[in-house]
């Protein structure tokens, strides 16, 4: 079963159910996982109609994509001290 | 229930802070205005990776060139995602596409002008992703939920390559004479349309995605608060602002409504800009050049033995 936790989130998996049809399995997953109100929508998805990557290892990034992360401009702090030093030095500060 | 009482629950739930999903009764306008700003904002998207495209052979080194082209692959995946949740209001995506290189449909007036070097790429990373961020974090609240769940990882990815502009901003900010009159001279030129990218100030009382709460700020207080943010960053690293020139007042950089001007803007609206022909065309021929790839897509997989 997939459960929402409200409208600006996405619909995540939150657990299972064996139930003879979808209708059972909604009940049953409402009966289980919203006890306390825990998300505003809920799926039942069949296991059977669930495909998925077969080798995990595939999700490794192939090469150096390190641009593609905030870490890789860190050194934005340094660059604005030198960028600041130059326009002191223009203004004759 | 009769329109009248559907409408009127409608818009009570919207004056309560509730929010609409695709599967949910909305009136004809709330969905045709929601499509054709989600539409508009998707466009701009797939439009706005072109003027940044076509600097990448002039990036400074390998790094440069490998991150800029990543974020052209950004840009046009949040089209992607921007088309598939037009899509759901009832729009078809060729339809959009056609819309777009036929010109019957918008995008956002920064991306119809030309760039000229590596000074452009700066501007455009800092200071237009900067305005596009101030836009796009402002609907991250809006009223239609799907157009909100995507905004979510725009914005993230948007942060991300706002902080790749500054880092070229800065890099020619701390530079020699020549790139430092590379970002002023690609300022003077974009600066009017940065302005102009906000719009000109709302109609509060005829705008219906803003009575619909689709779009929860005015365009004269998103303009403002770029004003703020940017404005003092860019004169502290020495660089001039051309006309129409902020002023001090108080704690806000402020601009004379009056000093902007706006016929630039006419002929874009018109989709007549200076490089509009050109990238609609470019647009087109991409499309009409990757439909074997779209046939071969959809077609059922061939399993070979």
């Known amino acids: 079963m997939f459960r929402r936790s409200g409208h600006k989130e996405p619909f995540e998996h939150a657990g299972a159910v064996i139930a003879s049809d979808p209708e059972m399995a909604l009940l049953m997953a409402k009966e289980c996982f919203f006890r306390r109100r825990e998300g505003d929508h809920l799926w039942v998805v069949a296991r059977s109609d669930i495909h998925s990557l077969s080798d995990e290892t595939l999700l490794e990034i192939a090469a150096d994509k390190s641009y593609r992360f905030a870490s890789d401009y860190r050194d934005v702090i340094e660059k604005r001290e030198r960028a600041l030093a130059r326009a002191r030095e223009i203004k004759g500060e | ?305």
């Open chain 2, 1 to 305: 229930m009769t329109y009248e009482e559907k409408l009127e629950r409608f818009e009570r739930h919207i004056d309560n802070g509730g929010k609409v999903e695709a599967e949910d009764w909305m009136p004809d306008d709330y969905r045709n205005g929601v499509l054709k700003f989600i539409e508009m904002h998707a466009n701009s998207e797939i439009m706005g990776a072109i003027p940044e495209r076509e600097q990448i052979p002039r990036a400074p080194s390998l790094k440069r060139k490998m991150s800029l082209t990543a974020k052209v692959q950004d840009e046009v995946g949040h089209a992607q995602l921007l088309y598939r949740v037009a899509e759901d209001l009832g729009k078809g995506r060729d339809a959009m596409y056609a819309d777009l290189v036929n010109g019957k449909s918008k995008f956002h007036n920064v991306f119809h002008y030309p760039t000229k070097d590596w000074g452009d790429v700066a501007l455009i990373g800092w200071l237009i992703d900067g305005a596009a961020l101030v836009t796009q974090a402002a609907l991250l609240d809006s009223s239609y939920a799907p157009y909100t769940r995507v905004l979510k990882r725009i914005c993230a990815e948007e942060q991300l390559h706002l902080r790749h502009g500054e880092h070229i901003t800065l890099e020619l900010a701390a530079g020699t004479d020549e790139q430092r009159a590379m970002f002023q001279d690609a300022l003077n030129r974009w600066w009017l349309a940065i302005i102009h990218f906000f719009g000109p100030r709302s109609n509060v009382e005829k705008d219906l995605l803003l009575k619909w709460k689709v779009k929860t700020r005015t365009n004269e207080d998103l303009r403002q608060e770029f004003l703020d943010r940017y404005v003092p960053k860019i004169l502290e690293l020495g660089f001039t602002i051309p006309k129409p020139t902020p002023y001090k007042d108080g704690d806000h950089w402020v601009i004379n409504e009056d000093d902007i001007d706006w016929t630039p803007l006419d002929a874009i609206k018109r989709n007549d800009g200076p490089e509009t022909a050109r990238r609609l065309g470019l647009r087109k021929r991409i499309y009409d050049d990757h439909r074997w790839v779209r046939d071969a897509l959809s077609a059922p997989t061939a399993h070979v033995a």
